[in-house]
């Protein structure tokens, strides 16, 4: 039995009766396939479920949670799992900071999911030239900004921890040591 008749018998149709060497005339099988597709769901949370999903819990602590996913840690929201984006503002008001670390090129080592050293450094007058790139003054590249805001809550000395939730893109993760608790719970 061949490879069509197989897929006739599947089908419950009848093989045709065979062609005689004699015979000029060939068969020709042909099939016919219907693609059904819907709309393809996202696995981020839509941005219009921010506001009202993004709220902090009876407990005070984010309705996030990290999970792991194609080598990386992702933050998903408790009731629904879709993921969010590290630099979601509502993360912020929620006391969470991300960042994506940026001149890792220039730099030996490599980054691995994890605990992170969170480290306020001053950032120097920046030269005149703006055709150059912005660097520090023993020439290493700037690594990344965060702005002002994480800027004073390291300075007011509010406890903050940091792990790494991506090496590719290197992304970082900071927040108070019982929320990065709390985010980790699922793990």
Do not use: C
């Amino acid at each position: 039995m061949g490879f069509l008749d197989s897929i006739r018998a599947l089908l419950g149709s009848k093989p045709p009766a065979p062609i005689s060497p004699s015979s000029p005339t060939k068969t020709r099988v042909t099939f016919r396939a219907e693609v059904v597709s819907g709309p393809r769901e996202s696995a981020y949370l839509a941005q219009e479920d921010h506001a009202r999903l993004l709220q902090r819990n009876t407990d005070g602590l984010a309705p996030v949670h990290f999970v792991r996913r194609n080598g990386a840690l992702w933050l998903a929201e408790d009731t629904t799992g879709k993921l969010l984006n590290v630099d979601n503002r509502y993360l912020r008001r929620l006391g969470i900071w991300g960042v994506k670390v940026r001149g890792k090129r220039y730099y030996d080592g490599e980054a691995r999911i994890g605990p992170a050293s969170l480290v306020r450094a001053e950032q120097p007058a920046r030269r005149q030239r703006r055709r150059r790139p912005r660097r520090w003054p023993d020439d290493r590249p700037l690594q990344q900004g965060h702005g002002p805001a994480l800027t004073k809550l390291l300075d007011a000395g509010e406890p903050r921890e940091a792990t790494v939730i991506s090496t590719d893109p290197a992304k970082v993760l900071t927040a108070h040591p019982e929320v990065l608790a709390h985010l980790r719970r699922h793990l």
